[in-house]
């Protein structure tokens, strides 16, 4: 079965240093995995998605994440955090990899925390 | 920018009540979803829907819960008789869907649901 864990609950950085946030994940095939955003009161955004193409991905606002199968991660990072990145982070696995019809299993999601 | 957007924001009901969550997909999609968090838990899947019929759904979505898609632009969950346990946030996501490219699901801003 597939499944992800979210290394960190929280996270706290100062605003211009870098981000990272971690994530294992577990799975039976080649996965597809993602992470998304949520800042307060919206919705889940899609930040980026590794679907077997290029191991590093990018994302929005300056995210990237790198696939690396031997260790089983998808960590994501950031150069420089900004005050707007402060949200709840989750990584995420599809359950199949493809296919039309396709679930989310999700990381319990971390934290992330900008101090001025 | 088209969004899924989700009524109401939040709502709360005595135990044993019947609610339904409304959910409206962004309008080209053809697949949707729920999801519910339970405070301090996982994003866990709840149900798939695709062409008037349910595609996939999870061991929690038992009996009390149905789907439907009623007028071809609302989607909603109906939770028959809710218990205590049913309170979360839950989550509506659409698809454009396809055969072999994976397309992003796009999220609604939940609806917390809480029984008392």
């Known amino acids: 079965a597939q499944s992800v864990t979210q290394l960190d609950s929280h996270v706290s950085v100062s605003e211009g240093t870098p981000v990272l946030l971690r994530c294992n994940y577990s799975s039976s095939y080649s996965p597809s995995l993602f992470w998304y955003v949520q800042h307060p009161n919206k919705g889940l955004q899609l930040l980026l998605k590794y679907t077997s193409a290029a191991t590093l991905v990018k994302g929005i606002n300056g995210f990237e994440a790198e696939f690396k199968k031997s260790e089983t991660s998808f960590h994501l990072t950031k150069p420089s955090a900004h005050m707007s990145d402060a949200a709840e982070y989750f990584c995420?696995?599809?359950?199949?990899?493809?296919?039309?019809?396709?679930?989310?299993?999700w990381g319990l999601g971390t934290s992330l925390a900008v101090n001025p | 920018e088209p969004e899924v957007t989700q009524t109401p924001s939040h709502q709360v009901t005595q135990m044993g009540q019947e609610v339904i969550l409304r959910c409206v997909p962004i309008s080209n999609h053809l697949y949707f979803y729920w999801y519910r968090q339970i405070l301090g838990q996982k994003v866990e899947f709840l149900v798939s829907f695709y062409n008037n019929e349910i595609s996939e759904k999870s061991e929690i979505f038992d009996d009390q819960f149905s789907v439907e898609r009623p007028d071809g632009s609302n989607f909603t969950l109906k939770i028959r008789s809710t218990k205590l346990e049913d309170s979360a946030m839950y989550f509506c996501?659409?698809?454009?869907?396809?055969?072999?490219?994976?397309?992003?699901?796009?999220f609604g801003p939940g609806t917390r649901l809480t029984v008392t």
């Open positions: 995420v696995v599809s359950d199949p990899p493809t296919g039309n019809n396709r679930k989310l299993i």
């Open positions: 996501a659409s698809s454009v869907g396809g055969a072999l490219y994976y397309y992003e699901q796009y």
